[in-house]
């Protein structure tokens, strides 16, 4: 299995493995140390927390460093004129006319309460690659579909500003 990343993606997570492994690895093992001090680890409840703060760092730095080995690298580029990752679209929904504008992302990410949506999600996968006026219709499942109408393609670049999800 693999995830689709662009440049910017990889490079933003090899830049929090970085932050983690030179800034909070060395403050969690020290915070660790310290509440080992402290003496019975049987009711150190400062201890337990420090050591669970580790744990949780190691493991998002092990999921990075994964997800960077695994990923399939994917282009931000697309036609002047079609959507692509990182544009953001404008569009109608046709069951009840609703307008609505998303940013096309990567799964990395997706963060569906600002808008930002993945380009492996079913409305991003169908937004793909079509054109300002397009009716695309998008299947949530077998039984589900819907349709929506591009009014408008914003074309923009990875401003560094939509973050990495923490899962």
């Known amino acids: 299995m693999y995830d689709e990343l662009t440049p910017g993606d990889i490079r933003k997570m090899e830049e929090e493995i970085e932050h983690r492994k030179l800034v ?6 020290e915070d660790v140390k310290e509440a080992r001090a402290q003496g019975d680890l049987s009711e ?23 997800m960077i080995r695994t990923a399939k690298v994917i282009s931000e580029e697309s036609a002047e004129d079609e959507v692509g990752i990182n544009n953001t679209v404008t569009v109608e929904f046709a069951d009840d006319g609703s307008v609505e504008t998303y940013k096309i992302v990567t799964t990395v990410r997706g963060n569906s309460l600002e808008n930002l949506i993945s380009n492996e999600s079913p409305l991003g996968k169908a937004l793909l690659g079509k054109k300002e006026g397009d009716t695309v219709s998008v299947q949530v499942n077998a039984s589900t579909g819907y349709e929506v109408k591009i009014i408008r393609i914003d074309k923009s670049t990875d401003d560094g500003n939509d973050k990495i999800r923490s899962f």
């Open 24 to 29: 909070v690895r060395p403050k969690a093992l």
């Open 44 to 66: 150190n409840f400062e201890y337990y927390a420090a050591k669970k703060f580790k744990n949780q760092n190691e493991s998002r730095i092990r999921y990075l460093e994964r």
